[in-house]
């Protein structure tokens, strides 16, 4: 979540692919075209984005209240059936001297891409815009290789140290007849 500093930080800085801000508390197309880019994650940050609502493009607070029913209209933008499949996405108020700001924070998606009415959206730098097909290919790349089980995913951080060597010696004695196992030379050798 979100906290008072690291909203301030992110009000002082410049919009970016991961920030977006807006005066207007009733475009439901604008909002869940920047939601759908940020779940679409193109630059491939792997960290949250956000929408900040009541705030003008300066940094500047508009004087929004955030009421209850801009929060829930919001939160429902996740599941409303537009954007699909569905992002994953917290919304909260931040109230501070000049004003309130809504915060949508988007984690980026496991299974892009995401779609919204149909059409994939992504953040080129501070601007959002519709994916070409170069754009989609390199997404559903993406999708592919995240959506291998858990044990065929590479282990990057793993050593040779790191293995159960003796559970799988155990096993290959069970699994391989010992003759094929003595004319095989293992890189890694297993007593």
């Given at each position: 979540?979100?906290?008072?500093?690291?909203?301030?930080?992110?009000?002082?800085?410049?919009?970016?692919?991961?920030?977006?801000?807006?005066?207007?508390?009733?475009?439901?197309?604008?909002?869940?075209?920047?939601?759908?880019?940020?779940?679409?994650?193109?630059?491939?940050?792997?960290?949250?984005?956000?929408?900040?609502?009541?705030?003008?493009?300066?940094?500047?607070?508009?004087?929004?209240?955030?009421?209850?029913?801009?929060?829930?209209?919001?939160?429902?933008?996740?599941?409303?059936?537009?954007?699909?499949?569905?992002?994953?996405?917290?919304?909260?108020?931040?109230?501070?001297?000049?004003?309130?700001?809504?915060?949508?924070?988007?984690?980026?998606?496991?299974?892009?891409?995401?779609?919204?009415?149909?059409?994939?959206?992504?953040?080129?730098?501070?601007?959002?815009?519709?994916?070409?097909?170069?754009?989609?290919?390199?997404?559903?790349?993406?999708?592919?290789?995240?959506?291998?089980?858990?044990?065929?995913?590479?282990?990057?951080?793993?050593?040779?140290?790191?293995?159960?060597?003796?559970?799988?010696?155990?096993?290959?004695r069970e699994a391989v007849d010992a003759e094929t196992i003595g004319r095989i030379t293992a890189p890694f050798p297993i007593n």
């Amino acid at each position: 979540m979100l906290n008072e500093d690291s909203l301030i930080a992110l009000l002082n800085d410049t919009e970016s692919d991961r920030i977006e801000r807006t005066v207007s508390v009733k475009d439901t197309d604008k909002f869940c075209q920047a939601v759908c880019a940020f779940a679409n994650d193109f630059p491939n940050h792997r960290q949250s984005a956000f929408l900040l609502i009541g705030v003008k493009d300066n940094g500047e607070l508009s004087g929004l209240t955030v009421t209850d029913e801009l929060l829930k209209d919001l939160g429902g933008i996740r599941s409303d059936g537009n954007i699909l499949p569905q992002p994953a996405l917290t919304v909260s108020k931040h109230s501070l001297d000049k004003g309130d700001v809504a915060v949508v924070e988007v984690t980026p998606s496991d299974l892009p891409p995401v779609r919204y009415k149909g059409r994939v959206w992504i953040r080129v730098g501070p601007r959002k815009s519709v994916a070409n097909e170069q754009e989609e290919r390199i997404l559903t790349e993406r999708r592919v290789a995240l959506s291998r089980s858990f044990d065929a995913r590479p282990c990057l951080e793993a050593a040779i140290d790191d293995l159960a060597l003796g559970q799988f010696d155990a096993y290959r004695r069970e699994a391989v007849d010992a003759e094929t196992i003595g004319r095989i030379t293992a890189p890694f050798p297993i007593n």
